[in-house]
């Protein structure tokens, strides 16, 4: 290239020339560089050396354009309580150019007023002392419009938050069309009111938070507290990692939130000793709208005790609103008694191919709380533990379990509990495959009865595959009207195959049964069972228990009365080569083996 080769260059400011030749020094360059990216703030006498307070110099810089750029150039700026402007963008060179708090009795390093807009903050360092002593919020950036105003398109991104006594960004009042991208947050301590790397408050609406990597405060590393709508708030792709309480929370602490819009995704929480990701309304909200979950990561989350709600690595609670639990992945869940997911007063809940990954086999992979009144999980893989629990209460109605895999399964596999119900509902468990662990005593599918006479429920188990369980379906355990159909299940290595308690008017059909000592069990005097069973050792078998007294009769087939195998009386041989004149089949009229047969009455000629 020769010394007079021209080229274009983006940080080049317009009256500079294109000549190279003309590049005299390094000092020159950065002349053109420190134009283009706007005002310099020691241009207005900042010095940038850590110790002198830079404040006034920085807000003369930013209160001397109307819009554009003020521009940090590396060095140590100690400044605090610098008040923004609409239109006015604050440029750094990341790591080099570092922002400390003066420690005054606002330790807030800039403040968002009244409708400040249009304002992006790139590429600077906010290094707060790591102490408790900043002042009332000890924030980085502390945005607060007023009651009744909103801060809008603001854009913060590519910046590092160190060691604020409260958090990098706190939002106290609303926030609109704003995007909080690509940042890191670390070390920040619990202050006045209780830290978070992101605090926001106040009504939210359209915002985007994401990319940021937030690591061990000593709160939580996203917290959104609405006191009024979330419309549009997107947590996506962030990174949170080891915080005192949530690793991403939103919830209402005033009884006040209206629509919620949430979608949550692609993100990764671990080692957080609450909740992973949490959701959390007040049961009094009225709210609507609809929160998705998707594809996010919860590693090693949950380490607290529960007490109150419970601890989970993922918490959806109070929404009211339809939720969308799907792809995510769940792994190891720090406290033996906490679920990986749990879910209460949803409405119109959908869970659907999430993972669930556990060691410890007392964990359960799924847990509710009440009032979650149409509920649907399907195509989830658990490995190593208990796959669902779910108390159904007060208004419950439809509940769906279909096509999951669950493998080395703890105690239960799927445990639905319906004895607090009063409302009319509907249970569907169908396709699922439950393989329990070695040695297992518990049971595949348990369902318990709403323990009010009054309330019917309506149950259906079909096409399960259950293996190596003490039970392998139970269903009953109550006095309600339950009915229900259990049929084309395929039940291996089991003691029990299906047991009943206190039920009314079950009717079981073509369930295959293999190495099952008890294929069916009655317990506490079923008030009504009627049973039709194709056994797959060869007969038909029809069980009948209406007065409380069990009667068994089997059906099979052949040429002649049976030889061989253990009868009852009342048991029936059906003559497969009938004709007239000849008897159409046999009836065991002493029971043994194979007992006494007697032909029935001829066919007429």
């Known amino acids: 290239m020769g010394s007079e080769t021209t080229y274009k260059n983006f940080w080049k400011p317009s009256y500079a020339t294109t000549s190279r030749s003309s590049w005299t020094s390094f000092n020159t360059c950065l002349d053109y560089l420190d134009a283009r990216l706007g005002v310099n703030v020691k241009a207005h006498e900042a010095t940038g050396d850590g110790s002198t307070d830079d404040s006034t110099a920085v807000q003369?810089?930013?209160?001397?354009?109307?819009?554009?750029?003020?521009?940090?150039?590396?060095?140590?700026?100690?400044?605090?309580?610098?008040?923004?402007?609409?239109?006015?963008?604050?440029?750094?060179?990341?790591?080099?150019?570092?922002?400390?708090?003066?420690?005054?009795?606002?330790?807030?390093?800039?403040?968002?007023?009244?409708?400040?807009?249009?304002?992006?903050?790139?590429?600077?360092?906010?290094?707060?002392?790591?102490?408790?002593?900043?002042?009332?919020?000890?924030?980085?950036?502390?945005?607060?419009?007023?009651?009744?105003?909103?801060?809008?398109?603001?854009?913060?991104?590519?910046?590092?938050?160190?060691?604020?006594?409260?958090?990098?960004?706190?939002?106290?009042?609303?926030?609109?069309?704003?995007?909080?991208?690509d940042n890191l947050f670390h070390d920040n301590i619990d202050g006045g009111i209780g830290s978070a790397d992101i605090n926001m408050l106040g009504t939210v609406s359209d915002v985007t938070i994401r990319g940021n990597q937030c690591l061990?405060?000593?709160?939580?590393?996203?917290?959104?507290?609405?006191?009024?709508?979330?419309?549009?708030?997107?947590?996506?792709?962030?990174?949170?990692?080891?915080?005192?309480?949530?690793?991403?929370?939103?919830?209402?602490?005033?009884?006040?939130?209206?629509?919620?819009?949430?979608?949550?995704?692609?993100?990764?929480?671990?080692?957080?000793?609450?909740?992973?990701?949490?959701?959390?309304?007040?049961?009094?909200?009225?709210?609507?709208?609809?929160?998705?979950?998707?594809?996010?990561?919860l590693y090693n989350n949950a380490s607290d005790s529960p007490a109150g709600a419970q601890i989970a690595q993922m918490g959806v609670i109070n929404t009211a609103v339809p939720v969308i639990v799907t792809n995510n992945i769940f792994r190891d869940v720090n406290n033996n008694s906490n679920p990986h997911l749990f879910i209460s007063g949803a409405d119109n809940a959908l869970i659907k191919g999430n993972q669930f990954h556990e060691s410890t086999a007392s964990v359960w992979a799924i847990r509710s709380g009440v009032v979650n009144t149409k509920i649907s999980i399907r195509d989830n893989q658990c490995y190593g533990h208990q796959f669902l629990y779910l108390s159904a209460s007060d208004e419950t109605q439809d509940v769906i379990v279909e096509n999951n895999s669950v493998f080395e399964c703890g105690a239960y596999g799927i445990w639905i509990s319906l004895q607090d119900n009063d409302t009319v509902g509907r249970v569907r468990v169908a396709n699922n495959h439950l393989h329990a662990a070695a040695g297992n005593s518990g049971e595949g599918i348990r369902l318990n009865s709403p323990n009010?006479?009054?309330?019917?429920?309506?149950?259906?188990?079909?096409?399960?595959?259950?293996?190596?369980?003490?039970?392998?379906?139970?269903?009953?355990?109550?006095?309600?009207?339950?009915?229900?159909?259990?049929?084309?299940?395929?039940?291996?290595?089991?003691?029990?195959?299906?047991?009943?308690?206190?039920?009314?008017?079950?009717?079981?059909?073509?369930?295959?049964?293999?190495?099952?000592?008890?294929?069916?069990?009655?317990?506490?005097?079923?008030?009504?069972?009627?049973?039709?069973?194709?056994?797959?050792?060869?007969?038909?078998?029809?069980?009948?228990?209406?007065?409380?007294?069990?009667?068994?009769?089997?059906?099979?087939?052949?040429?002649?009365?049976?030889?061989?195998?253990?009868?009852s009386q009342g048991d029936i041989c059906y003559n497969t080569g009938a004709a007239a004149g000849g008897a159409p089949g046999w009836v065991c009229t002493s029971a043994g083996s194979p007992g006494t047969w007697k032909a029935m009455a001829n066919l007429a000629a």
């Open 60 to 181: 003369a810089a930013i209160d001397s354009i109307t819009a554009g750029n003020v521009y940090f150039p590396p060095g140590t700026y100690k400044i605090g309580n610098i008040t923004m402007k609409a239109g006015v963008n604050l440029i750094g060179h990341g790591r080099a150019s570092k922002l400390i708090p003066t420690n005054g009795t606002t330790a807030n390093i800039f403040t968002f007023g009244n409708n400040d807009s249009n304002i992006t903050l790139a590429y600077l360092y906010f290094y707060g002392d790591g102490t408790d002593t900043l002042g009332t919020y000890g924030s980085a950036v502390y945005i607060s419009a007023g009651a009744g105003y909103e801060c809008e398109n603001l854009r913060i991104i590519n910046c590092e938050f160190e060691s604020f006594s409260d958090s990098g960004i706190r939002c106290a009042d609303g926030l609109k069309k704003s995007w909080i991208i």
């Open 216 to 297: 061990s405060a000593n709160d939580t590393g996203i917290r959104v507290i609405p006191t009024g709508e979330i419309r549009k708030l997107r947590i996506v792709e962030n990174t949170s990692i080891g915080h005192d309480e949530k690793g991403i929370a939103i919830y209402d602490v005033s009884g006040t939130a209206g629509t919620l819009d949430i979608v949550v995704a692609h993100n990764h929480a671990e080692d957080n000793d609450a909740r992973g990701i949490d959701i959390n309304m007040k049961s009094t909200d009225t709210i609507t709208g609809m929160v998705v979950f998707d594809s996010n990561t």
């Open 452 to 567: 009010t006479a009054a309330v019917d429920w309506y149950a259906s188990i079909k096409g399960n595959d259950i293996y190596s369980f003490a039970d392998a379906i139970r269903v009953g355990n109550n006095d309600s009207d339950m009915e229900g159909v259990i049929s084309d299940n395929y039940i291996v290595d089991c003691t029990d195959g299906v047991v009943m308690d206190k039920v009314d008017d079950i009717v079981a059909q073509n369930n295959v049964f293999f190495g099952v000592t008890n294929r069916y069990r009655w317990l506490n005097s079923p008030a009504g069972v009627i049973m039709v069973e194709y056994n797959n050792a060869g007969w038909w078998e029809v069980l009948h228990d209406r007065d409380g007294t069990r009667r068994t009769v089997r059906f099979t087939f052949g040429t002649a009365a049976p030889a061989a195998g253990t009868w």
